[in-house]
């Protein structure tokens, strides 16, 4: 959606959450306004090669694969998606990628061929659920995996990644618990943040910052 729409929803779903939860609303007034920034377009399949690079690494380490990635089969700013379903696994390690990696990158790359990966056009006609069930088939993406791209790309407002660490955490500290909080645990008490779960995840990850 376009930006300032989108920036009204964010506002509206701070008063809604702030109205139903007097913890939460306590760290949105700390807090401040809720910094997700979706993006209107996007491609998922150069989205998922960033995320495939980025997983168990972080920062310039992930940043440096992933941009060699983008030389040796795009234009430096965007991958191909040809070029990586044709790609050699030997040309795909000497980027600095695991076999697993590689091997995930040439799984989404025949996925997205075939369809079973949604083009962005199909994509945002797709239910959340929908859209997990379809891109989890690709090799080592899981569902935490889309749910971020549903929330930070797409900016759907009510997704509740309940599995993600943090989000356990913060909700573990908001609530002063004696014990971390399970994710099954969890699900339950975010019935009351519907239809702006993603907003509420977004201030249970600053909880757990510290924020």
Known sequence: ????????ALRKAER???AVDPGLARVIARV?????????SFDPFNALVRSICHQQLHGKAAETIHKRVLVKFGDGA????????????????????????????????????????PAHAELVTL????????????????RWTVEMMLMF????????PIDDFGIR????LLRKLKEPITAKALLPHGERWK?????????????????
């Open 16 to 18: 809604s959450l702030s």
């Open 195 to 211: 239809p702006y779960r993603t907003v509420a995840s977004w201030y249970l990850w600053r909880v757990a910052d510290g924020g």
């Open 169 to 172: 955490k913060g909700f573990t």
């Open 78 to 117: 965007q991958a191909e998606l040809k070029k990586l379903h044709r790609a050699r696994l030997p040309s795909m390690r000497a980027c600095g990628l695991s076999e697993s990696k590689s091997l995930a990158i040439k799984d989404l790359a025949a996925k997205c061929l075939d369809g079973t990966v």
């Open 153 to 160: 790309r797409l900016g759907r407002l009510d997704v509740f």
């Open 1 to 8: 959606m376009p930006d300032k729409v989108f920036q009204r």
């Open 127 to 142: 239910s959340d659920d929908a859209a997990v069930e379809r891109i989890t088939q690709v090799r080592g993406i899981g």
């Open 32 to 40: 401040g306004p809720c910094g997700i920034e979706a993006e209107p």
